[in-house]
T-cell receptor
Framework: SQELEQSPQSLIVQEGKNLTINCTSS?????LYWYKQKYGEGLIFLMM?????EEKSHEKITAKLDEKKQQSSLHITASQPSHAGIYLC??????????????FGKGTLLTVNP | GAGVSQTPSNKVTEKGKYVELRCDPI?????LYWYRQSLGQGPEFLIY????????DSGLPNDRFFAVRPEGSVSTLKIQRTERGDSAVYLC????????????FGPGTRLTVL
């Protein structure tokens, strides 16, 4: 099975600080997805990356997939309390990036102190 | 509503009982997924429907678990003879088609087996 390791497991930052969350796979990632989850709520889709070296941004969040397609990072600039939650990376197993049967990491719990 | 809905939001049952968890996907989404999330873990795939048929049920842990989607819309996850180890959050997701990249998740049903 394709296992995803996320680091750190948890992170506490002061509002306004930048932070990075990493997601590493032992196998090539054909489709890498970032989701955010708040307690008691479902997962909110953030971004999807498919190509080596790809980078996408939405508001203050930037996600990158390395050239080897085995590691992705999620970077938040000038963090706000609204960024707090659990960040999950997920990957599908099939070449071509088909949306199917996501495998997730354990998540990174982000706390942003005002 | 426009999103994926799940009922009930919380379910407490006794060991050995039967439970049904319901998922209403986004209208028009042909692909539907069930995942299970234990505390401190990422979601784990259970079953995938394309239309009315279960295209992949390889994630169901044993034959006590069964899911249906008789009309290609609403899905019900059924668990017989519940065990304490079944306690988890059960998440449902839908996507426009199997190959559309974004899975939209519902808020989940928190199942507690006493």
């Amino acid at each position: 099975s394709q296992e995803l390791e996320q680091s750190p497991q948890s992170l506490i930052v002061q509002e306004g600080k930048n932070l990075t969350i990493n997601c590493t796979s032992s196998k090539t990632l054909y489709g890498l997805y970032w989701y955010k989850q708040k307690y008691g709520e479902g997962l909110i889709f953030l971004m999807m990356l498919q190509k080596g070296g790809e980078e996408k941004s939405h508001e203050k969040i930037t996600a990158k997939l390395d050239e080897k397609k085995q590691q992705s990072s999620l970077h938040i600039t000038a963090s706000q309390p609204s960024h707090a939650g659990i960040y999950l990376c997920g990957a599908d197993r099939y070449e071509g990036g088909s949306n199917y049967k996501l495998t997730f990491g354990k998540g990174t719990l982000l706390t942003v102190n005002p | 509503g426009a999103g994926v809905s799940q009922t009930p939001s919380n379910k407490v049952t006794e060991k050995g009982k039967y439970v049904e968890l319901r998922c209403d996907p986004i209208s028009g989404h042909t692909a539907l997924y069930w995942y299970r999330q234990s505390l401190g873990q990422g979601p784990e795939f259970l079953i995938y429907f394309q239309g009315t048929g279960a295209a992949d049920d390889s994630g169901l842990p044993n034959d006590r678990f069964f899911a249906v989607r008789p009309e290609g819309s609403v899905s019900t996850l059924k668990i017989q003879r519940t065990e304490r180890g079944d306690s988890a959050v059960y998440l449902c997701a839908s996507s426009l088609t199997r190959d559309y990249n974004e899975q939209f998740f519902g808020p989940g049903t928190r199942l507690t087996v006493l």
